[in-house]
């Protein structure tokens, strides 16, 4: 006659079913609470890494900031990404995403933002910050 606790002890035992099944359970759950958390963490301290360095890049360029027809320095064009980056920053998952819908064009009219420094032709704020990022990015490796 077997009791209950021989075969709680036996379905224990490492090359049980039961017991393969508790040790895998036992993996995924330390990895979507500890391994995950800690990469997704990482990705996001990235990510802000990313989006503060285009922000200084804006605040200590000497261009300005060419939205719906009309220039602003490089504080109000701060000021004007820093609302939207609120307004958006459940949706924004990489810098790029923070360029899409926080500095490259108007959300009402859809006319891009351009960007104007002394002595360069105007160019797509998208296409300026895209190339700072990829350089930003390339110094960092």
Request: proline content about 4%.
């Amino acid at each position: 006659m077997i009791h209950k606790n021989q075969q709680i002890c036996h379905s224990r035992e490492s090359g049980s079913p039961d017991a393969v099944n508790l040790m895998k359970i036992k993996i995924l759950l330390i990895f979507l609470f500890v391994v995950l958390p800690a990469v997704v963490c990482a990705d996001n301290s990235r990510m802000q890494a990313e989006i503060d360095h285009l922000m200084n890049y804006i605040r200590n360029s000497s261009c300005s900031f060419v939205r719906n027809g009309e220039a602003y320095g490089q504080e109000e064009a701060l000021q004007h990404i820093a609302r939207k980056y609120e307004y958006f920053k459940a949706e924004i998952d990489s810098a790029e995403k923070f360029i899409e819908l926080c500095a490259s064009k108007s959300i009402i009219s859809g006319t891009p933002y351009h960007i104007n420094c002394p002595g360069k032709p105007p160019v797509e704020s998208r296409q300026w910050l895209l190339e700072e990022l990829e350089r930003f990015r390339a110094e960092r490796r």
